[in-house]
């Protein structure tokens, strides 16, 4: 059996009194977006770093196609593309793929098509002898990202890959994303962004206080946090008159004057019913909405936080 | 008037804070004063040039020149080096002529004096072209000075040391022109200088107090080094400026590695399949690179524009560039690693170039220090650096007589290297 991704058991680590990692156990599939939540200082940044084997855990295992961080055969198939732009700002965008080809081992003709493609892949072909600080915001991004991917990686890296990039530009960047999923490679994406969460991972790994406090599917993560209840509005647009009120009340609902807030786990069925009593009250319907549980709120349920507090 | 002194209060609370700016404007003045007054000033007690190293040789070995000998012994503005080896070992040989010339040819001493045969018994003449016994002074040209402070303490001490000889000869020239002195006269005189003798033999003798010289003893001086050279100090300022731009290029160079570690780069880097040993040994081979060039191109320049000799000492120049680059190099890393900002890289940087280049020579050649400033200058590489050129374009050694500083200068460098290595270690995991 070929060895997983990237395996991580039981990790720990403290920086003095403060325990960064607390047992931080998880795995990432081959061909996999495994995406990181959790608030700041949960333990995320210390997590990507020791996968990246710029941290040395005070115990646990964790192994990269089978390989420690620091082995030369887990670098050569790791990539990292770090949250600040880490790169020569004087040197080219060439310049600077030759540079990171070169210290992931490339060269030769594999260098030079390597450098070629990456151009071409993040649309900087007809700029890559400008000087990187140059660029815009989003071209940098795309370079950086680049440079963590010249090698050609197995499992990559991506550290808040879009922040402070333009709509236009993180769509590109979702693209390029979904490109190297589309080659096979496994991701570990952190983000502070829920929707790029909901949208670009396989599963979701939330991260805080140093544990891991939940992982799965968006869907799996709404179950088993929030059941599958949604939420029902109801506008009546006029006041509902008190026996209404009365048995909406005995349903669990919260009524206002001419609102209506009731969450229900089986909403076919409890609409119908519920729109019989409005029907029977002879009281019109002016609007309503269902809505899903959202990541957000599985996120406020299980930290007690915002993802960005 | 209270925005004004806000403003000034804001600048202080800055200056406090900002630790390089408080060395740069505090520290390095008071270790730049401290240095320049050592060499200058002494420490605390009344300034004093410095003495004079000299090696004397006695050819004559008269009772004149004994006296003589004597009396530049006791002159405070020389250091008289009579035995090549201890000085106080009775049995100890002395210098020749021979020995002394290599002496000072090797740069252990400025300057060395024979007092040839017959000079006792005729210290002067009086006229041109008298046939008395001539001082030679053998002068490295590299230290203008010296031998024009020996040539007058050496009439000086003449006067005061040997003061019946001189009057011997006075009377001999009187007796030459006058026809002759009565014999009555002869013996009054006899007994006078008797009297003058006892008074002025060795054990009385005392530092002569200061006083014109007359040019009555003949001296001749001879340079022994650089008497060809076509610009005398020019290959010492090329290499001495050369030393001190390289550490300051190392060093600024060697920030690269600071800002690497504030972007993120070094993170990134050390993440792929560069280790941290293979990193800084790569910067170091670019260092040491750019430093080659550099000392190339300056000392081609004084090729070009100011006489220094670089065609007939390649391989001796490209040996002491080579050393020197990796030390200064290794240097420029060590700084770089120790500091935690740009800013404290260039306060250091500041501080200890400046201060190693005073001491080392590169902004005042040490052979001008006092003696125990030119052996204090030692702890730098800027001295090693100089020496080791100075041997190769100025004394014109053999090339393998470049070894201590060859040697010294690779040390340095080993050393440096693997001390930054060491303190790097905080860059590679937490």
């Keep these: ?309 | 008037m209270s925005m004004i002194l806000a403003v000034a209060k804001n600048r202080l609370m800055n200056l406090r804070r900002d630790r390089a700016a408080f060395v740069l404007a505090f520290v390095l003045p008071v270790a730049f004063f401290s240095i320049f007054a050592g060499i200058f000033g002494g420490s605390g007690k009344a300034a004093s040039t410095r003495k004079v190293a000299v090696i004397v040789v006695d050819e004559d070995g008269s009772d004149g020149s004994r006296r003589f000998v004597a009396g530049l012994q006791a002159e405070a503005g020389l250091s008289v080096g009579l035995k090549p080896g201890d000085e106080k070992d009775p049995a100890g040989p002395l210098y020749s002529a021979a020995s002394a010339e290599a002496a000072v040819k090797k740069g252990e001493v400025p300057i060395a004096l024979i007092i040839p045969k017959g000079f006792g018994a005729n210290p002067i003449a009086f006229g041109p072209a008298a046939d008395r016994p001539k001082l030679s002074i053998l002068a490295d040209s590299a230290d203008p000075i010296a031998p024009q402070v020996l040539a007058g303490l050496v009439q000086r001490v003449a006067m005061t040391s040997m003061p019946s000889a001189l009057a011997r000869s006075g009377l001999a020239e009187v007796d030459k022109w006058s026809g002759g002195l009565t014999p009555e006269q002869n013996a009054r005189m006899e007994t006078a200088l008797g009297a003058l003798e006892k008074e002025t033999a060795p054990s009385a003798q005392t530092p002569a107090k200061a006083g014109g010289d007359g040019g009555l003893v003949a001296v001749a001086v001879r340079d022994v080094v650089g008497e060809k050279k076509k610009n005398p100090t020019v290959a010492f300022y090329a290499a001495g400026f050369g030393v001190m731009f390289l550490l300051f290029s190392a060093a600024g160079a060697g920030g690269a590695l600071i800002e690497e570690a504030e972007s993120g780069t070094l993170d990134r880097i050390l993440s792929t399949r560069v280790s941290m040993t293979r990193l800084l040994l790569g910067k170091l081979l670019y260092l040491t690179g750019i430093g080659v060039a550099q000392l190339t191109v300056m000392f081609t320049w004084g090729a070009l524009f100011f006489g220094v000799e670089l065609a007939s000492h390649i391989p001796g120049f490209l040996i002491m560039t080579i050393a020197t680059a990796i030390a200064c190099s290794a240097f420029g890393l060590l700084l770089a690693s120790i500091c935690r900002s740009r800013m404290q890289l260039v306060a250091l940087s500041n501080l200890s170039i400046l201060m190693m280049s005073a001491l080392g020579g590169s902004m005042f050649p040490r052979f001008l220090m006092p003696e125990k400033m030119q052996k204090f200058g030692l702890i730098t590489l800027n001295a090693w650096a100089i020496d080791g050129f100075q041997k190769i374009f100025w004394r014109e050694e053999p090339l393998w007589s470049i070894w201590p500083q060859v040697l010294v200068l690779a040390g340095l460098g080993v050393l440096f290297f693997v001390v930054a290595r060491r303190v790097a270690r905080r860059w590679e995991t937490s």
């Design chain 1, 1 to 309: 059996m070929p060895a997983a991704p990237l395996e991580v058991r039981n990790l720990s680590k403290s920086f003095g009194d403060r325990r960064a990692l607390d047992g931080v156990s998880l795995d990432l599939a081959p061909g996999e977006i495994l995406g990181l939540l959790g608030p700041n200082g949960a333990g995320k940044t210390t997590l990507v770093r020791s996968v990246a084997g710029r941290v040395q855990p005070d115990g646990g295992t964790l192994r990269i196609l089978g390989f420690e961080p620091a082995d030369d055969r887990a670098r050569a198939v790791r990539g990292w593309v770090p949250q600040e732009i880490a790169l020569y700002p004087l040197l080219s965008p060439r310049e600077n793929l030759w540079s990171f080809g070169r210290y992931q081992g490339l060269s030769g003709q594999g260098l030079l098509d390597g450098i070629r493609s990456s151009l071409d892949w993040i649309g900087l072909a007809d700029r890559a002898d400008e000087k990187t600080d140059k660029l815009s915001g989003g071209m940098k991004r795309r370079l950086n990202i680049a440079a963590g991917t010249i090698h050609d990686p197995r499992v990559l890296l991506l550290d808040e890959p879009t922040v402070g990039v333009d709509p236009q530009s993180r769509e590109r960047i979702y693209a390029m994303i979904g490109e190297l999923k589309g080659r096979g490679v496994s991701l570990l994406y952190t983000t502070h962004y829920m929707e790029e969460a909901e949208r670009l991972c396989d599963r979701i790994a939330i991260i805080d206080h140093g544990k891991i406090i939940a992982a799965g599917t968006k869907d799996e993560l709404v179950t088993r946090t929030l059941g599958n209840r949604e939420a029902l509005t109801i506008d009546a647009g006029a006041p509902i008159p008190a026996a209404l009120r009365e048995k909406l009340v005995e349903r669990g609902a919260a009524v206002d004057a001419t609102k209506v807030q009731l969450s229900v786990e089986n909403p076919a069925e409890q609409i119908r019913e519920i729109l019989g009593l409005f029907h029977s009250a002879g009281v019109p319907v002016r609007d309503l909405t269902l809505k899903s549980a959202t990541l957000e709120q599985v996120f406020l349920q299980l930290t007690g936080r915002e993802l960005r507090e």
